[in-house]
């Protein structure tokens, strides 16, 4: 049984306990950054920063929302990312979690090609060239913990558990927010494992809060890709 | 050519079909070396409590035990009464109290009228600072108030207390700055 989150962005209060938990567990650097008007902070997902408060303000029925958006990998149950490497050494699946796990041997990919293939825009490449998102917190996982970011959540926004689970509590959760949100969504449950729920339309929360048409032209390579990919993985294994 | 997620998914499976019928048939599988080993594993767990604002939030502190005892980890206790395991960014960022390369770790000094900051001694400091509390408090000290009544206090010295010091500290802080006679003692965590 794989693992899934469920997101409810109607509890989220940007409270930001995840963004932070998640760098602590990970021991990564904070950032640089500027105002930029906004709450939002740092400015976008990074090498350092796989989670991130995306935060908009946006008028709907002449009333101002602040809208809130915890981003974050959303482990794709059939993944581009992983399909486009073809490079078990560089991005695998785990088995046991369903968690897309980038390996020090991105470094080998090309990373342009891995980030283009993203339809929710995740990976970062760090200087060296190696690629970084989320890894669920494997680790913790693993050893019978929940994620950072799931264990700290003050609110509920955050869930963490077995798929079935969460797609229950999923449709629990949006047969609730309906009562209030009439357009509550559930983001690409199907085929995710990081199921949002939102309260209006998706784009509303940040570009690629949803699977777009954002994905260009990678299609017929990836095909190949796939087919050829236990060539590759035995030249890789080989090597 | 637009695809969206959808098309692509379809598009991989009839490539992981037709890839199915022409079979190798031998395992490519490959060996995963994830030592996926906890960082807390081998650390002591200690309990605090939140040092920032008064909702009191349970935490543990994974401490190194190689030596330098440093705090390796600082994250929710799931067994605590009022936070069961949450806690917010601020909370969640605990740990840089201690690991944090921008820390001071000794005690500073400007004097009057410099510009500019100098290191010195804990000896120093802490001399220095309970030179000037006694003799502002010593100068400033009411026995009696314009009604004759008893109050045993210094107006002249205000507290404003860290939002880095935890519960317990508070405590032994706020005990000993009341034995001086002050009677504004403010939390900077509650302002």
């Known amino acids: 049984m794989s693992k899934s989150f469920l997101i409810d962005t109607t509890l989220c209060t940007a409270c930001r306990g995840c963004q932070v938990a998640c760098k602590q567990w ?25 989670k991130l408060v995306r935060m908009r303000e946006e008028v709907i029925n002449g009333k101002l929302n602040w ?86 959540c003050p609110t509920g926004a955050m869930n963490f558990g077995d798929r ?16 209030k949100f009439p357009k509550a969504m559930l983001i690409d449950p199907d085929d995710v494992n990081v199921i ?42 080989l090597l | 050519m637009n695809v969206t997620r959808r098309k692509f998914i379809q598009i991989t499976g009839a490539s992981a079909a037709g890839l199915a019928v022409s079979g190798l048939g031998f395992d490519l599988t490959p060996i995963k070396s994830h030592a996926q080993m906890l960082k807390t594993k081998y650390a002591k767990e200690t309990t605090t409590i939140c040092c920032y604002c008064a909702v009191g939030c349970g935490a543990i502190v994974h401490t190194s035990k190689k030596g330098d005892g440093r705090v390796i980890n600082i994250e929710g206790d799931p067994d ?6 949450s806690l917010c960014s601020k909370g969640a960022a605990l740990s840089q109290l201690t690991e944090n390369e921008n820390r001071l770790l000794e005690p500073m000094y400007r004097a009057p009228y410099s510009k500019k900051w100098e290191k010195v001694s804990w000896d120093w400091a802490l001399t220095e600072i309970a030179k000037r509390v006694k003799k502002t408090r010593d100068a400033s000290f ?7 009544q008893v109050v045993n206090r210094t107006t002249d010295i205000v507290s404003i207390g860290s939002s880095a010091l935890d519960n317990e500290e508070c405590w032994i802080y706020q005990a000993m700055v009341r034995a001086l006679g002050l009677v504004y003692v403010e939390h900077q965590a509650r302002i």
Do not use: W
């Open chain 1, 26 to 50: 990970h021991d990564l650097p904070a950032e640089k950054t500027i105002n930029r008007g906004t709450f939002e902070n740092p400015a976008d997902l990074s090498f350092d920063t796989y």
């Open chain 1, 196 to 237: 949002y729920l939102v309260a209006y339309e998706p784009e509303l929360y940040c570009a690629n809060a949803m699977a777009s048409n954002a994905v260009f032209d990678i299609t017929r390579q990836v095909a190949l890709g796939r087919m050829i990919r236990p060539l590759t993985n035995i030249a890789s294994r």
């Open chain 2, 80 to 85: 605590h009464v009022i936070n069961r395991g």
């Open chain 1, 67 to 152: 809208l809130f958006f915890p981003e974050q990998c959303r482990h794709c149950i059939e993944a581009p990312c992983l399909e486009t490497a073809g490079d078990p050494g560089a991005i695998y699946r785990d088995d046991k979690t369903g968690a897309i796990i980038f390996t020090a041997n991105t470094k080998r990919l090309n990373a342009a090609e891995i980030i283009e293939s993203c339809p929710y825009n995740i990976p970062r490449k760090g200087p060296d060239g190696t690629l970084a998102k989320c890894d669920m917190c494997i680790d913790r996982v693993e050893n019978g913990l929940l994620p950072a970011c799931v264990q700290t």
């Open chain 2, 142 to 148: 009411e026995h009696k108030n314009a009604k004759r």
């Open chain 1, 164 to 179: 079935d689970e969460m797609l229950a509590l999923a449709k629990k959760r949006l047969a609730v927010a309906k009562k």
